[in-house]
């Protein structure tokens, strides 16, 4: 897994590359109203990011970092290695991420695949490689600490790198590499990054080339384990609830027996070198694809650079939130449907990133000078002190914030000790940022943001024609072949580190109220950080769409912060985006869900602003064009994924057209929603009856009652709350095969499954441990030991029931090359033959129940998951006790259960096959 795409997925901060997690408490508080309790609260002062963090170096040259954080019983640890793209070359491109792959195929000791140790473990664990290094990182109950030691200390000096592992694993890792050239973003900044630094490995792309790849030798790839796979080389972190003194000994007994290694010659790359000048005209690509596209890269200086701070809060002047300059020139003018950018400071240069899809009709060139006349004014005439204050605030709030997982603050130790030598470098980067400027952000700006310091790229997509693929044959998937043994779980046992045992802690419960005007709120006080989560659902998801007008619940979700009755859109925005508050508003088929963190002190703004939005947004119309425009260009970016088209097919051939779940929006359906309608979906949907509100964090409860009764509690609703019907679900007599053709694309993506159950039947608990030994994780289930680790066919496949307020389907989702894609998919529906026929083992069913209950904790550690699960509980119809009960009821459940839940459940010969990817020939 490239960090990258680790690092989009998990939404962090857009400087994670050297920008710290780390902990920076703000004093100026804005109070709104007669909430004296806030007023009255003790201030709030600034606190460093590493002084509790031990940094220990072993005799054999092993830095140890060591952070205790006791708010939650889980402890994460990571191995960090300083290798990366940048140690490579052409030719060996992508040898750095080819290894990250077979670091999980077994050591001498332990010859099994480590993903099923993990699971087994509950551990929450991955890997990723980047330009500077590659790290490994699993997540635990503090009981598994020890294993996790064990397990890590292993694979660092004894890993199993042999012919055969490098064969099939190279076959993953070009699926995963043509999974990216599906994107004509990933391809575009490919071609402008080459064009960008020439001369230096930052030029080439960190998963490396297909042709390289299939060029590994064995002896290259064990070359590159010998020098870079050595302790002095590694930073072991471990952050969470332990303690210090005895975990230390415990790493000296696991990691201080690792001996340095013999160092063997490889091929030096190329000295770092950044192209002076940027091309002539900009780099074209006219391919296949949805929407046309830029890219454009600026050359920046190394991590340790004193520019780098500037750079970061001008960054956040340029592109973070709605009131950001890039923002205002390119989303509110309608000139774009999206943009991005952000500072990437390495060990040795770096670079700003800046892309943007076009909106419907709009030229590129246009774009691009539009971009430009935004830098020339930030060299020309500065920018503004509110501007560089809003900056400040939002880049210290969004650390705040994202330090309160675990996990992330381990990230950031990790990427500083590697990237810059110095694990405190937060500390300094952050005492800088107080400092800098808004002369500063000028300077910057002149020095890296001149117009021939650019490289910049177009995507210029060509006509295609996303429709859904007709059925064809079932008989398409039938293959002969021999379907590999079971996962033996007594080799997972046998294999598997002593856990030391230990009690479960008791997950506290929130507190349950309903307002008089039906509005449900949920309450869970935690102080371990001066922060607040809120959650939020309403009843007003996309299933009350109609087929003529599909889109109007997610344009209605979307134009929610456009104005209000009192505030005009960029009021809104100013008044979170001043205070640093994170907000996001998406659209599900059940939901409108809303999920926002802040620092306590302005959960009354937060509370304040979601009340106002969900009552009196006003939905402009200049504003809703926009929006509409908007979703016109992300349907054609839908219809040009593969994985997304194949999902739409799926659900509209599992669910009839008269079924609530079958609309999907059009480009017609979205051009015929008009204002009115809008306003009349806000007015029936959104209703006090039909909201949820959680809450976890640092607060007094009396007080937040207070505040959301003020603000919520005379809120009207005002007849019968809206209903739909659901009509059964037709059993197919037969497999359906479906296929969806997509030009321009190198990996198909395939979902294959039926009609599943929802949240509240009976057999939920049972159907999660079938999944789980089925497809629940990928490194460690039946398919993935099958499809992936003994035949290669795909980077990634897994499982899952979509259990809701309705039933869901239950979906198995892979990527293969298309020559691959029927032989996974018979390989697939053999595997589930073989389940429904012959059950899942007694020893699979406690291995499953150990994983699922072990990796609970670990996803409530984090406050925006907390939150996030009591609302998801109280959504379903679910007792708040569910969220302590959760892992009793998945340890209660029988073999016999799940093997009856397997029958039931699992229909080999009625599923649902549906492949979306290159045209057949």
């Not at 949240?759 to 939920?764: C, L, V």
């Given at each position: 897994?490239?960090?990258?795409?680790?690092?989009?997925?998990?939404r962090?901060?857009?400087g994670?590359f050297?920008?710290?997690?780390?902990?920076?408490?703000?004093?100026?508080?804005?109070y709104?109203?007669?909430?004296?309790?806030?007023?009255?609260?003790?201030?709030?002062?600034?606190m460093?990011?590493?002084?509790?963090?031990?940094?220990?170096?072993l005799?054999?040259g092993?830095?140890?970092?060591?952070?205790?954080?006791p708010?939650?019983p889980?402890?994460?640890v990571?191995?960090?290695?300083?290798i990366?793209?940048?140690?490579?070359?052409?030719?060996?491109?992508?040898?750095?991420?080819?290894?990250?792959h077979?670091?999980?195929?077994?050591?001498?000791?332990?010859p099994?695949?480590?993903?099923?140790l993990?699971?087994?473990?509950?551990?929450?664990s991955?890997?990723?490689?980047?330009?500077?290094?590659?790290?490994?990182?699993?997540?635990v109950?503090?009981?598994?600490?020890?294993?996790l030691?064990?397990?890590?200390?292993d694979?660092?000096?004894?890993?199993?790198?042999t012919?055969?592992?490098?064969?099939?694993?190279?076959?993953?890792?070009?699926?995963e590499?043509q999974?990216?050239?599906?994107?004509?973003n990933?391809?575009?900044?490919?071609?402008?990054?080459r064009?960008?630094?020439?001369?230096?490995?930052?030029?080439?792309?960190?998963?490396g080339?297909k042709?390289?790849?299939?060029?590994?030798?064995?002896?290259?790839?064990?070359?590159?384990?010998?020098?870079?796979?050595?302790?002095?080389n590694?930073t072991v972190?471990?952050?969470g609830?332990f303690?210090?003194?005895?975990?230390?000994q415990?790493?000296?007994?696991s990691?201080?027996?690792?001996?340095?290694?013999?160092?063997?010659?490889?091929?030096?790359?190329v000295?770092?070198?950044?192209?002076?000048?940027?091309?002539a005209?900009?780099?074209?690509?006219?391919?296949?694809?949805?929407?046309?596209?830029?890219?454009s890269?600026?050359?920046l200086p190394?991590?340790?650079?004193?520019?780098?701070p500037?750079?970061?809060?001008?960054?956040?002047?340029?592109t973070?939130?709605?009131s950001?300059?890039?923002?205002q020139?390119?989303?509110?003018?309608g000139?774009?449907?999206?943009?991005?950018?952000?500072?990437?400071n390495?060990?040795?240069?770096?670079w700003?990133?800046?892309?943007?899809?076009a909106?419907?009709?709009?030229?590129?060139?246009?774009?691009?000078?539009?971009?430009?006349k935004?830098?020339?004014n930030?060299?020309?005439q500065?920018?503004?002190?509110?501007?560089?204050?809003?900056?400040?605030?939002?880049?210290?709030?969004?650390?705040?914030?994202?330090?309160?997982?675990?996990?992330?603050q381990?990230?950031?130790l990790?990427d500083?000790?590697?990237?810059?030598?110095?694990?405190?470098?937060?500390?300094?980067f952050?005492?800088?940022?107080?400092?800098?400027?808004?002369?500063?952000?000028?300077?910057?700006?002149?020095?890296?943001?001149?117009?021939e310091?650019?490289?910049?790229?177009?995507?210029?997509?060509?006509t295609?024609?996303?429709?859904?693929?007709?059925?064809v044959?079932?008989?398409?998937?039938?293959?002969?072949?021999?379907?590999?043994a079971?996962?033996?779980?007594?080799?997972?046992?046998?294999?598997l580190?002593?856990?030391?045992?230990?009690?479960?802690?008791?997950?506290a419960?929130p507190?349950?109220y309903?307002?008089?005007?039906?509005?449900?709120?949920l309450?869970?006080r935690?102080?371990?950080t001066?922060?607040?989560?809120?959650?939020?659902?309403?009843?007003?998801?996309?299933e009350?769409?109609?087929?003529a007008?599909a889109?109007?619940?997610?344009?209605?979700?979307?134009?929610?912060t456009?104005?209000?009755?009192?505030?005009?859109?960029?009021?809104l925005?100013k008044?979170l985006?001043?205070r640093?508050?994170?907000?996001?508003?998406?659209?599900?088929?059940?939901?409108?869900?809303?999920?926002a963190?802040?620092?306590?002190?302005?959960?009354?703004?937060?509370?304040?602003?979601?009340?106002?939005?969900?009552?009196n947004a006003?939905?402009p119309?200049r504003?809703?064009?926009?929006?509409?425009?908007?979703a016109?260009?992300?349907?054609?970016?839908?219809?040009?994924?593969p994985?997304?088209?194949?999902?739409?097919?799926?659900?509209q051939?599992?669910y009839?057209e008269?079924?609530?779940?079958?609309s999907?929006?059009?480009?017609?359906?979205?051009?015929a929603?008009?204002?009115?309608?809008?306003?009349n979906f806000?007015?029936?949907?959104?209703?006090?009856?039909?909201?949820?509100?959680?809450?976890?964090?640092?607060?007094d409860?009396?007080d937040?009652?207070t505040?959301?009764e003020?603000?919520l509690g005379?809120?009207?609703a005002?007849?019968?709350?809206?209903?739909?019907?659901?009509?059964?679900?037709?059993?197919?007599?037969?497999?359906?095969?479906r296929?969806?053709?997509?030009?321009?694309?190198?990996?198909s993506?395939?979902?294959?499954g039926s009609?599943?159950?929802?949240?509240?039947?009976?057999?939920?608990?049972?159907a999660?441990?079938?999944?789980?030994?089925?497809?629940?994780?990928?490194l460690?289930?039946?398919l993935?030991?099958?499809?992936?680790?003994?035949q290669?066919l795909?980077?990634?496949?897994?499982?899952?029931f979509?259990?809701?307020?309705?039933?869901?389907?239950?979906?198995?989702?892979?990527?293969?090359a298309?020559?691959?894609a029927?032989k996974?998919?018979?390989?697939?529906?053999?595997?589930?033959?073989q389940?429904?026929?012959?059950?899942?083992?007694t020893?699979?069913?406690?291995t499953?129940q150990?994983?699922?209950?072990?990796s609970?904790?670990?996803?409530l550690?984090?406050?925006?998951?907390?939150?996030?699960?009591?609302?998801?509980?109280?959504?379903?119809?679910?007792?708040?006790?569910?969220?302590?009960?959760?892992?009793?009821?998945?340890?209660s459940?029988?073999?016999?259960?799940?093997?009856?839940?397997?029958?039931?459940?699992?229909?080999?010969?009625?599923?649902?096959i549906?492949?979306?990817?290159?045209?057949?020939?």
């Open positions: 897994m490239s960090f990258l795409k680790f690092f989009r997925h998990h962090l901060f857009s994670l050297t920008l710290c997690l780390g902990i920076v408490l703000l004093s100026n508080s804005v709104f109203g007669k909430l004296e309790a806030w007023a009255s609260s003790p201030a709030i002062v600034a460093t990011t590493t002084d509790e963090v031990r940094k220990t170096v005799d054999n092993l830095t140890v970092l060591m952070k205790e954080v708010t939650a889980v402890v994460t990571q191995v960090w290695y300083r990366g793209s940048r140690d490579e070359a052409t030719g060996v491109n992508g040898i750095a991420h080819q290894l990250e077979l670091m999980f195929k077994g050591t001498s000791e332990r099994i695949q480590f993903g099923r993990f699971n087994a473990l509950g551990s929450q991955n890997a990723f490689t980047s330009y500077d290094q590659t790290a490994y990182f699993g997540t109950e503090r009981d598994k600490l020890r294993s030691l064990v397990l890590e200390a694979r660092m000096q004894n890993a199993l790198i012919a055969d592992s490098l064969t099939s694993e190279k076959r993953v890792v070009i699926s590499l999974g990216n050239e599906n994107s004509p990933y391809r575009l900044s490919r071609a402008v990054m064009a960008a630094f020439p001369n230096s490995p930052y030029g080439l792309p960190v998963g080339t042709a390289d790849v299939e060029k590994f030798s064995i002896e290259q790839v064990r070359s590159y384990y010998s020098n870079y796979y050595s302790p002095e590694a972190i471990i952050v609830d303690k210090t003194e005895p975990t230390l415990a790493v000296k007994d990691f201080g027996k690792v001996p340095k290694k013999e160092k063997q010659p490889v091929q030096q790359p000295q770092p070198v950044a192209k002076p000048v940027k091309p005209q900009p780099i074209v690509l006219r391919e296949p694809g949805s929407a046309p596209l830029l890219n890269v600026y050359p190394k991590a340790t650079h004193p520019d780098v500037a750079l970061h809060v001008l960054d956040l002047v340029l973070q939130g709605r950001s300059r890039l923002y020139a390119l989303v509110e003018t000139l774009v449907s999206g943009f991005s950018g952000y500072p990437a390495m060990i040795s240069g770096g700003y990133d800046l892309s943007a899809t909106a419907p009709d709009q030229d590129l060139n246009k774009i691009s000078a539009a971009i430009e935004v830098l020339s930030v060299r020309s500065g920018v503004t002190q509110e501007e560089l204050t809003r900056a400040k605030t939002q880049l210290k709030s969004s650390i705040l914030l994202k330090n309160r997982d675990i996990t992330r381990a990230f950031q990790g500083d000790q590697t990237t810059t030598g110095d694990y405190k470098y937060t500390d300094r952050l005492a800088a940022v107080d400092r800098v400027s808004a002369a500063d952000l000028q300077r910057v700006a002149k020095t890296y943001f001149a117009p310091k650019s490289t910049i790229g177009f995507f210029q997509p060509t295609i024609d996303a429709k859904a693929g007709n059925a044959n079932s008989g398409q998937t039938t293959e002969k072949f021999n379907l590999g079971p996962v033996d779980p007594a080799q997972v046992a046998k294999y580190p002593a856990v030391q045992k230990s009690d479960r802690t008791t997950q419960l507190e349950r309903v307002l008089p005007n039906g509005l449900r709120v309450l869970m935690d102080s371990s001066p922060t607040v989560s809120l959650a939020a659902s309403m009843q007003a998801g996309s009350f769409d109609s087929s007008k889109g109007i619940a997610k344009l209605t979700a979307d134009n929610l456009n104005g209000t009755q009192t505030k005009d859109a960029l009021t925005a008044t985006e001043d640093g508050i994170e907000l996001g508003i998406e659209t599900n088929r059940e939901s409108v869900l809303v999920n963190s802040a620092l306590s002190e302005h959960l009354p703004v937060l509370v304040q602003t979601l009340a106002d939005v969900a009552q006003t939905f119309d504003e809703l064009e926009l929006a509409r425009n908007r016109l260009s992300a349907l054609k970016v839908q219809l040009d994924n994985a997304v088209l194949a999902r739409r097919v799926f659900q051939t599992v009839p008269n079924h609530p779940f079958h999907f929006p059009t480009e017609t359906s979205l051009k929603i008009q204002r009115q309608d809008v306003l806000y007015q029936t949907h959104y209703r006090p009856d039909r909201m949820i509100l959680s809450l976890v964090g640092d607060f409860l009396a937040v009652k505040l959301v003020k603000e005379g809120w009207k005002s007849g019968a709350a809206p209903a739909l019907t659901y009509p059964p679900l037709p059993t197919p007599s037969s497999v359906v095969r296929y969806a053709p997509i030009p321009g694309k190198t990996q993506v395939t979902l294959i009609a599943g159950i929802d949240r509240r039947d009976a057999r939920f608990y049972n999660s441990i079938v999944n789980q030994v089925l497809g629940g994780d990928t460690s289930s039946r993935g030991a099958e499809v992936r680790d003994r290669g795909t980077y990634g496949i897994y499982s899952y979509q259990a809701g307020n309705r039933p869901g389907p239950f979906v198995i989702s892979m990527q293969t298309p020559e691959d029927d996974a998919i018979a390989s697939t529906v053999k595997l589930l033959e389940v429904r026929e012959k059950g899942v083992s020893v699979e069913v406690l499953a150990r994983s699922i209950t072990s609970y904790p670990v996803d550690a984090n406050p925006d998951q907390l939150a996030s699960e009591i609302l998801m509980n109280e959504t379903y119809g679910l007792n708040p006790a569910e969220l302590r009960q959760f892992p009793n009821q998945i340890e459940v029988t073999q016999a259960q799940v093997n009856q839940a397997a029958q039931e459940l699992i229909r080999p010969e009625q599923l649902i549906v492949t979306a990817g290159p045209p057949k020939s």
